[in-house]
């Protein structure tokens, strides 16, 4: 695993750095105009419930908790790597909103969606903390239901950005991909300790 987890995170990481700069130039927009309006029929009150599996309230309740969870099992590093993971992700994707300075398409302070745009921090978060669990569930070979819904959960929460119109498709993207780079360093590390 851990050349798959070099590869994911030095690609991820590439990737992010190619799709910022396509973003900044605005090679995106004809996408993001696209996805938006494919997925403007979607727009409804259930959306606003669903984006906020994604706020930083949330993940970082859930990580805590997962974080009990794991101690309780007796796996110290997994317990303590998922809250710094959810952590580390959520003040990486912040930073680099004020690097970039994408503006998004509305602001609303009930939606979380108060500062720049580009990457989204709730795309980033659920990928961090439902993918995070996804991957140890999988090394568990836990349930195929319980992977399902975490995935679901990560695409769910990600677009329902784009349906409330608080981020464009592309802030998803970037966003997903700052999350695989942190994902998968802490995969990294996780080898180098066992």
């Known amino acids: ?54 706020s930083v309230k949330v993940l970082i309740g859930l990580s805590f908790i997962g974080m009990l969870y794991f101690l309780w099992r007796g796996d110290r590093f997994e317990a303590f790597r998922l809250p ?45 903390l439902y993918g995070l669990l996804a991957v140890l569930m999988y090394r568990r070979n836990e349930t195929v239901a319980g992977l399902i819904l975490l995935v679901t959960l990560t695409l769910a929460v990600s677009f329902s950005r784009v349906i409330l119109n608080v981020h464009y498709f592309s802030d998803v993207i970037g966003g997903w991909l700052v999350a695989l780079v942190i994902v998968a360093g802490s995969e990294i590390v996780r080898r180098k300790q066992h």
């Open 1 to 54: 695993m851990t050349p798959r987890s070099n590869m994911l995170a030095i690609t991820g990481a590439i990737s992010f750095v190619l799709f910022s700069v396509v973003v900044v130039l605005g090679w995106v927009v004809p996408v993001d105009r696209f996805v938006t309006s494919a997925l403007d029929p979607l727009a409804g009150p259930l959306f606003v419930y669903v984006t906020e599996l994604g």
């Open 84 to 128: 710094i993971v959810v952590i580390t992700t959520l003040l990486v994707t912040q930073g680099l909103k004020l690097i970039y300075g994408v503006d998004r398409p509305s602001i609303d302070a009930a939606l979380d969606a108060t500062t720049y745009s580009f990457p989204s921090g709730h795309a980033s978060g659920s990928l961090a």
